[in-house]
C-alpha cells in the first residue's frame, strides 16, 4: 500500500520506523531480529536508509596508496523485499541523487516495481569523498526534485529511453525530507521552504522530517510550510537520544539543535541514566504531538530496539 494510503485510511496514529543496512558483509540476523521486535508496533511502513559508494584510500602490499571504491552498507534493495515480503510491512527504500547515475536509478525503480514495492523517498544525499564518473551519455541528478521529477516522469510512463513500447508507468508514492530547523546549505528556513514546495510541485506526495527534539520548531515549520502552500502531509521524524556522545554528535552530523533542558539533564547525570532520560523527552515529544492531531510520527532508529521498545511500552496508541 501506499504511504498516502496508510494515511488516509488510518483508524488511530501510527508508528513508523527507519533503519539501516548491514555494514558489508555483515549478517542479516541483527536486523530481522530488529524487525521481529517492531512488528508488534504494528508499523506502517519501515524505510531503509541508501548510501552511496566512498572512495577509500588504503596502503597496498608495497606501501603504495591505492583508492578502492566501496559502499560500505550495501544490501538496501534487499532489506527492503524481506521487510515487504516476509513480514507483510510495506518498505520505503531511500533513493540518493549522490553516487548513482539516473540509468542506475531507472533500474533500481524497475526492480522495485517488480517487487511490488510501492513507496521511495527521493533525496539528495550526503557528499560523498567519491565522485563517480559518468560516462557513455548517462547522467546524474543533482537535486532531490530532479530525483522526484524522474520517478514522477516514470510515473506517468515517461522513460530515460524515448519510445518504449512495453514501457508500463509505475505508480511510487514520493516522499522527500524536511527540515524544520532548515537544510545546513539553506540560508534561511523560507528559502528550504520553497524548495520543499519545488518538491512537492514536482510530485512528492507527502514530507518526513529530519529529527528534532523542540517540537515548537515542527509547529512553526508546519505553519510556514501551509502558508507556502503545501498541503501533502508533513510527519514529524524523531530520534531518541540514548548517550552522552549524541549531545555533540547528532548537531554535528544532522545539524540540530538539542535544548538546553534536555543536554543539561543528559549532561549532568550518570552516563548510564542517558538512555532513560532520552526515551521520557521522546515519549513527551510524542504525546504532544498525538495530542495536537499529528497522525504519524516516524522514529530514526537505525539498527537497535532498546530505546523505541521502551517508549512504545509507555504510549497508549
Not at 559508494?53 to 523485499?81: H, M, S, W, Y
Not at 514495492?117 to 564518473?133: M, Q
Request: aromatic content about 8%; overall charge negative.
Amino acid at each position: 500500500m501506499r504511504v498516502v494510503e496508510h494515511l488516509d485510511r488510518a483508524k488511530r496514529p501510527l508508528i513508523s520506523f527507519e533503519i539501516i543496512p548491514p555494514l558489508r558483509g555483515g549478517t542479516l540476523q541483527r536486523l530481522m531480529d530488529l524487525i521481529d521486535v517492531l512488528q508488534p508496533f504494528e508499523p506502517p511502513f519501515i524505510d531503509i536508509t541508501s548510501h552511496a559508494a566512498e572512495a577509500i584510500f588504503e596502503e597496498d602490499v608495497e606501501g603504495r596508496i591505492v583508492r578502492r571504491v566501496k559502499r560500505k552498507r550495501p544490501g538496501t534493495l534487499g532489506v527492503c523485499a524481506l521487510i515487504q515480503n516476509k513480514f507483510n510491512i510495506d518498505a520505503v527504500p531511500h533513493l540518493l541523487c549522490h553516487g548513482f547515475s539516473r540509468e542506475e536509478t531507472e533500474d533500481l525503480l524497475i526492480e522495485l516495481k517488480y517487487l511490488g514495492i510501492d513507496n521511495v523517498l527521493a533525496v539528495r544525499g550526503d557528499s560523498s569523498s567519491y565522485v563517480k564518473p559518468l560516462t557513455n551519455g548517462r547522467s546524474a541528478n543533482q537535486y532531490a526534485v530532479d530525483l522526484v521529477r524522474q520517478i514522477s516522469s516514470m510515473n506517468d510512463g515517461r522513460y530515460l529511453e524515448e519510445g518504449l513500447l512495453d514501457a508500463e508507468p509505475t505508480d511510487f508514492c514520493i516522499g522527500v525530507g524536511g527540515y524544520p530547523e532548515k537544510h545546513f546549505e539553506s540560508p534561511n528556513l523560507e528559502s528550504d521552504i520553497r524548495r520543499a514546495k519545488e518538491k512537492v510541485d514536482a510530485g512528492a506526495e507527502y514530507i518526513v522530517t529530519q529529527m528534532f527534539f523542540d517540537n515548537s520548531v515542527f509547529f512553526r515549520y508546519v505553519d510556514a510550510c501551509r502558508a507556502a502552500g503545501i498541503t501533502v502531509p508533513i510527519i514529524p521524524g524523531l530520534k531518541i537520544l540514548t548517550s552522552k556522545q549524541h549531545l555533540s554528535s547528532l548537531p554535528r552530523t544532522f545539524h540540530v539543535n538539542i535544548p538546553a533542558e534536555l543536554a543539561d539533564e543528559v549532561g549532568e547525570a550518570d552516563p548510564k541514566h542517558a538512555k532513560e532520560i532520552g526515551v521520557r523527552w521522546a515519549l513527551a515529544q510524542t504525546r504532544e504531538l498525538l495530542e495536537r492531531d499529528v497522525q504519524t510520527v516516524h522514529f530514526y532508529i537505525m539498527q537497535s530496539s532498546v530505546a523505541i521498545k521502551k517508549l512504545m511500552t509507555h504510549l497508549d496508541i
